[in-house]
């Protein structure tokens, strides 16, 4: 599957953003999603998941009541809308598919990384 990211851009911060993941080739709708995000000179963090059906959400401590993952099946997207950002949200998001039908926290449970979009939150 290839995954094309969208949605980023400069921000201030307590403001919002949603961004975006399309998916294209294999079954999009039968497997987990997720994104992660890296920040300069620092390691792939989790961020959120979500199951095939929309349902078994997951998040990261820090961002846990501020960032909403969802999915379109219809549409072979996946969201994230996030929040009252904060400047340390400041990193490159990056999506990715999953190997089942619900993902995790692990980078191991996916198979499929999209290039990732750039969120850049000011202070």
């Known amino acids: 599957v290839q995954l094309q990211a969208s949605g980023g851009g400069l921000v201030q911060a307590g403001g919002s953003l949603r961004i975006s993941c399309r998916a294209s080739?294999?079954?999009?709708?039968?497997?987990?999603m997720g994104w992660f995000r890296q920040a300069p000179g620092e390691e792939r963090e989790f961020v959120a998941s979500?199951?095939?059906?929309?349902?078994?959400?997951l998040y990261g401590d820090p961002v846990k009541g501020r960032f909403t993952i969802s999915r379109d099946n219809a549409k072979n997207t996946v969201y994230l809308q996030m929040n009252s950002l904060k400047p340390e949200d400041t990193a490159v998001y990056l999506c990715?598919?999953?190997?089942?039908?619900?993902?995790?926290?692990?980078?191991?449970?996916?198979?499929?990384w999209g290039q990732g979009t750039q969120v850049t939150v000011s202070s």
């Open positions: 990715a598919g999953g190997r089942r039908a619900y993902s995790g926290k692990s980078f191991n449970d996916y198979s499929s």
């Open positions: 080739g294999r079954a999009f709708s039968n497997n987990g």
């Open positions: 979500i199951g095939w059906s929309g349902g078994g959400a």
